[in-house]
């Protein structure tokens, strides 16, 4: 990937960095994310055309608060900072910053020098998003200020001799109407960066290097899950190394109606690819007999994971590499600038694995966001179904079930879950919604059907939108497709005479129920 410029962003901690990699992505341009601490000569060792400061949460007022390495603006790249980033920007280089007398929050109107090349062609008042606590007083020598308000005198500044840019606002979230403009201004125009990061040409070359690396007899073994980012994964190396790649498909039992022969019928005879199916489905299950705690479920089906997925490398012997399909957040949570999260959920069932392998890891998605792969995917001309498949946990319809799981509640369970993603692809929303599924609760209540009193199941429909799981509003789902969900499953599925429809945000709640 080295022939692409990259746009390296020092993160210090905003809740929006994560957004500023995917705009300038947007841009087709890429963009790495690194700790705001990384050093000078790091960078330069990176050579990137240009670097972004992003926000961050603190003030750069206080003591020890996040400070680059005063040598970044000897690089002599061009440097955009937005919100914190300006302030560092403004303090590091000789200006004056102070608190504000108003915190400034939303929407806000700035006036602007339209000569000045940030907002070149926008008139001479534009809409940005605010959100900061100290302000720019008196620019850095070498910068004049290029927009203002009555809380700001200096809500941008620019030094075009060094190609240095602040801005106090947000150009990366969508309530800046033109902020993509500005960023497509600074790192196509000023960095220079041409638009030739496609999913296409990503693609290709991925595939080249995963050749490359992996050497003519070594194999590689990727556990699949049927999901998008294993099957993307899965997809390029084949492209890369055909039957050298082995996906390995562990069927725990706690799957969806039908999903394991899906799999097969989907994996094999479609795509053609070198695929094992373990059943392991009586192990799974007697491990989980009678246990009731989520955390213990979680850690008994990634225990029973490691096992049958360990037995089944060493059957089929002869490995070189690890295939995972690690995605770019997972990457940034471990390099960015943020304070320790609590657990809330070990999601991480399989974390452990490649070390546990000694297995050499390759993680083609490493660089990657959710809908970056979703496009990769379609690049690869994979099934749409595939592509688009909402995701699926780990220890998948047992933490849907509360209380111990059985097989005649993974029956019931299966049965109505399947008619709730039914309805809602039928009503054409599938897509569109993060999750949408059944949970089975463990209360029974009263019911009549027909002349008969019943005492049985209550299944609560769950569904929510997201963009990346950390939060999560519940859908409003039509009323009539809520009626005929709840009609569906009564009617057809035998031991449940009540549906609720679970209407909790996330947070405080989560997405799953256990
Ligand atoms: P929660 O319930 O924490 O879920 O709001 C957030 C996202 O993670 C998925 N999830 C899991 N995925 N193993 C997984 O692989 C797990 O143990 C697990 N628990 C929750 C959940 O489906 C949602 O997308």
Known sequence: MTNHKTVLILDFGAQYSQLIARRVRELHVRSELVRYDTSAAEIRARAPAALILSGGPASVLAERSPMPDRDIFELGLPILGI??????????????VAPASNR???????????????????????????????????????????????????????????????????????????????????????ANCAPTWTMGAYAQRQVEALAERIGRDDRVLLALSGGVDSTVTAALLDRAIGDRLVCVFVDNGLLRLNEAE??????????????VSVDASDRFLGALDGVVDPERKRKIIGATFIEVFEAESARLGGFRYLAQGTLYPDVIESVSFKGPSATIKSHHNVGGLPERMKLELVEPLRELFKDEVRALGSELDLDESLIWRQPFPGPGLAVRILGAVTRRRLDILRDADHIVVDEIKRAGLYRGIWQSFAVLLPVQTVGVMGDERTYENVIAVRSVDSSDAMTADWTRLPYDLLARISARIINEVRGVNRVVYDISSKPPSTIEWE
């Not at 000569?115 to 070498?142: C, Y």
């Not at 899906?262 to 695929?275: A, F, I, T």
């Open 83 to 96: 919100c914190y980033g300006l302030q560092v920007m403004g303090r590091m280089l000789g200006g004056e």
């Open 104 to 190: 400034e929050f939303g929407p806000a109107s700035l006036f602007v020098d339209p000569k000045t090349s940030l907002f070149a062609d926008m008139g001479e008042e534009i809409e940005v998003w605010m959100s900061h606590g100290d302000r720019v007083d008196q620019a850095p020598p070498g910068f004049l200020a290029v927009a203002w308000n009555d809380s700001s005198p200096i809500a941008a500044m620019e030094d075009p001799d060094r190609a240095f840019f602040g801005v106090q606002f947000h150009p990366e979230v969508n309530h800046t109407p033109r902020g993509i403009e500005m960023l497509a201004h600074f790192v196509h125009d000023v």
């Open 262 to 275: 899906q799999v097969r019928e989907r994996y094999k005879e479609r795509m053609g690819l070198n695929l």
